[in-house]
């Protein structure tokens, strides 16, 4: 009896012992806001974000910039304080008809790149002062503001939201983006411009992301279904665009080789010979390529050509 005793409080032990091992901690000061699977949906936004902004970029400063997402991640806010340099480089933005806030830093090196771009620079990035004057604050919102359409863009797989800058801000601590004891969503960049590469951060509030994660889910971002194209999809989208594409084409009439002597002794009214014949199949190229072969004629009155032979097949072959 005494054996039983003790073997059945042995296994509840060891059943005590398995269930403390599978018990997982739980920090009740930072609730888990963003799962796994919206944070790797985040990731694909702020992707299709870095694209076309790197373009603008590239536009706005005619050289070579390269924008891409380096982290994404849910931490407190007072952790992401204390790595703010001060003075730093803060725009502080909302998104319109939410309570979110959220603020983009720029490195000061970079930040000072860029203005020394606009205004007419070399873009070296030697300034001395890391104080950001106002005029300097005018010439960034150019780029600011081209930011929050990109934003507002990639973030359409999500719902309609505007993104509208608040202010600048030097110092973190007026930020006020969110309590120290709250978390963030914290999207790391990493710019690379003029062979040098510095970081860039956009980091949203989360208290109040309950309405945005409603709308997060794997089907709708790969649809992606934007509220101002009533619910047509991205493939649509595209493929009615490419209908009103225009594409040059081009017709080779012939070819034929004369000497020098002769160019320079041509007049009015002088014929050359070409190698190809009224009866022979004209080359078609759509843009740079050889994609057909044809017949001259007239139709309507107006020139025309008859496609006989397909020499592309695939498109793939472009």
């Given at each position: ?26 920090d ?34 005619q ?13 407190y ?5 204390t ?8 725009f ?46 005018k ?8 930011m ?7 973030w359409m ?8 800058v608040?202010?600048f ?21 990493e ?8 970081p ?20 709708r ?5 934007p509220?101002n ?8 989208i ?10 040059p ?29 009224i ?9 740079d ?30």
């Amino acid at each position: 009896m005494i054996d039983k005793v003790t073997k059945s409080e042995t296994s509840k032990d060891s059943s005590k012992s398995q269930n403390a091992k599978n018990a997982l901690p739980f920090d009740f000061r930072m609730p888990n806001r963003i799962s796994n699977t919206q944070l790797n949906i985040l990731r694909s936004i702020h992707d299709s974000f870095a694209d076309p902004f790197s373009s603008f970029l590239v536009t706005k400063l005619q050289t070579m910039v390269n924008v891409k997402v380096k982290t994404v991640e849910q931490i407190y806010y007072s952790e992401y304080v204390t790595t703010v340099p001060d003075p730093s480089c803060l725009f502080i933005f909302e998104l319109k008809g939410t309570d979110i806030k959220g603020l983009v830093e720029l490195n000061l090196n970079l930040a000072s790149i860029i203005v020394e771009i606009l205004l007419g620079g070399p873009g070296n990035g030697n300034k001395k002062s890391n104080i950001i004057t106002q005029i300097e604050q005018k010439v960034l919102m150019v780029i600011i503001d081209h930011m929050m359409l990109d934003l507002q863009k990639a973030w359409m797989a999500i719902n309609k939201y505007d993104f509208i800058v608040d202010r600048f801000e030097p110092n973190i601590d007026f930020a006020g983006i969110t309590s120290q004891n709250e978390s963030i969503l914290q999207v790391g960049f990493e710019i690379n411009i003029i062979e040098k590469t510095f970081p860039m951060n956009i980091c949203f509030a989360t208290y109040a992301f309950d309405t945005i994660s409603a709308g997060m889910s794997k089907h709708r971002l790969a649809s992606v279904r934007p509220v101002n194209h009533n619910g047509i999809t991205s493939f649509e989208i595209l493929s009615n665009h490419l209908q009103d594409t225009l594409v040059p084409i081009s017709v080779i009439l012939g070819k034929s080789t004369i000497t020098f002597k002769e160019l320079m002794e041509l007049n009015v009214g002088d014929v050359i010979k070409l190698f190809t014949k009224i009866s022979d199949e004209q080359l078609v190229k759509v843009v740079d390529e050889d994609f057909f072969l044809g017949r001259i004629g007239v139709t309507n009155n107006h020139k025309s050509i008859k496609i006989t032979k397909k020499i592309k097949s695939n498109i793939n072959n472009i």
